[in-house]
Each structure stands twice: as C-alpha cells, then as structure tokens.
T-cell receptor, first 113, second 118 residues
Framework: IAGITQAPTSQILAAGRRMTLRCTQD?????MYWYRQDLGLGLRLIHY???????GKGEVPDGYSVSRANTDDFPLTLASAVPSQTSVYFC????????????FGEGSRLTVL | AQTVTQSQPEMSVQEAETVTLSCTYD???????LFWYKQPPSRQMILVIR??????QNATENRFSVNFQKAAKSFSLKISDSQLGDAAMYFC???????????????FGQGTELSVKP
C-alpha cells in the first residue's frame, strides 16, 4: 500500500536552479495539495487541484507552479529557487473536495543555498 | 479569511497523566470540519481525530478526545493516560467548505510540540 509517494526525500539545491518535486498517489483521489512546513508557521498551502486538469493558488503560491495532467500526479516546480524556499514540502490528497481528512506523503526536505 | 491559532508552542506531560492542547479558529461558516494531526520525528502526518461542526457530540478516539465549543470557536485536544509514543508535534486544522471553483482546503495552526516525561 503506497498511498502518496514524494520524491526526492531530501535535496540540496543551488539558488537559481530549477527543481521539480514529484508527487504520485494511487488512491484515485480527486483533490491534491502542496504545503510547505516552516517552524513556527505550521503548514501553509502553496497550490491545490480539485480534479485533473484544474489547479488553484493557495496562501503562498509565489515562486511555485503546479500541473495536474492526470489524477495520480501533481508535481511542484520551483522555476528559480531562492533561499527562502528552504523548507519541508508535503503533498497531500483527499477523496472529496470538502469532507474528510487529507492524506499526506512523507515530505521532501529542500535546502536552497 | 479563516485562521487557526495554537497558542501553546510547547507542552509537557508526565507519562500516564492527562494533557490538553488548545486550538481556536476564526470562520464565518457554519458547516466545516476540524482535525488534529500528529507529526512524530519521522515527519509523517498522522490523523488523530476529526470533528464535524454540525455534530454537537465531541469526537473520541481511544485515549484522544476533543472539547468542541462551536460558539467560542474552540477545539481542544485531550490526551489521557499519556504514553511516550505520544511525543510529537500536534497540529490543529480547519477544513474550508467547498465553494465553486475552490478546493476544500485545510488550514493549519502553528503547531504544539508535546514532550512526554517518563
């Protein structure tokens, strides 16, 4: 039982480089989300997708982009990484758009130098 | 905009005793969901308990229970008979109701780090 798989688990990246964090789920959930976790701030929503083919902006979308070409995959791209994007990134999914809990991946720790 | 506040950055409890973690939220909606998630050092986010706002009865899951005060917009988590394995970061979260073309997003509090003393 995989659930949500994120890759890479950890990455060190030079500022200015492009980076894509991968997220795949095998639960056929419609809704998917990307959060970043920073100490003292909790988890903040970056982007979300209600269903394949649609995406929306969350609380902190600047510097990030997403796509949802199919139900299972929801990659997060940093076009030109900056040190303030150093964080732990969580991908999550939910069976419905407004009820029930979110299921989370194990997170990707990204360090931008 | 909806907000979730956890005013206790850190809490400590003696093993086998009871501890309560506080959470308040702000919303103008009447129908929504509230959650407590646990994040141990492994970083995995684990659902502890869920509460539907339209239900007056407080949710309970074994040693975990909530005190849901809708009018006061308060949602505290009580852990009874605390165990060493309960040591973790705990997040309170509010799920927005679905609106057309918007997702039912989960809004998190800042987290409370719980330590359990043997």
């Amino acid at each position: 039982i995989a659930g949500i798989t994120q890759a890479p688990t950890s990455q060190i990246l030079a500022a200015g480089r492009r980076m894509t964090l991968r997220c795949t789920q095998d639960m056929r959930h419609n809704a998917m989300y990307w959060y970043r976790q920073d100490l003292g701030l909790g988890l903040r929503l970056i982007h979300y997708s209600n269903t394949a083919g649609t995406t929306g902006k969350g609380e902190v979308p600047d510097g990030y982009s997403v796509s949802r070409a199919n139900t299972d995959d929801f990659p997060l791209t940093l076009a030109s990484a900056v040190p303030s994007q150093t964080s732990v990134y969580f991908c999550a999914s939910s069976a419905t758009q407004n009820t029930g809990e979110l299921f989370f991946g194990e997170g990707s720790r990204l360090t931008v130098l | 905009a909806q907000t979730v506040t956890q005013s206790q950055p850190e809490m400590s409890v003696q093993e086998a005793e009871t501890v309560t973690l506080s959470c308040t939220y702000d919303t103008s909606e009447s129908d929504y969901y509230l959650f407590w998630y646990k994040q141990p050092p492994s970083r995995q986010m684990i659902l502890v308990i869920r509460q539907e706002a339209y239900k007056q009865q407080n949710a309970t899951e074994n040693r975990f229970s909530v005190n849901f005060q809708k009018a006061a917009k308060s949602f505290s988590l009580k852990i009874s008979d605390s165990q060493l394995g309960d040591a973790a970061m705990y997040f309170c979260a509010y799920r927005t109701p679905y609106l057309y073309n918007q997702g039912g997003k989960l809004i998190f509090g800042q987290g409370t780090e719980l330590s359990v003393k043997p």
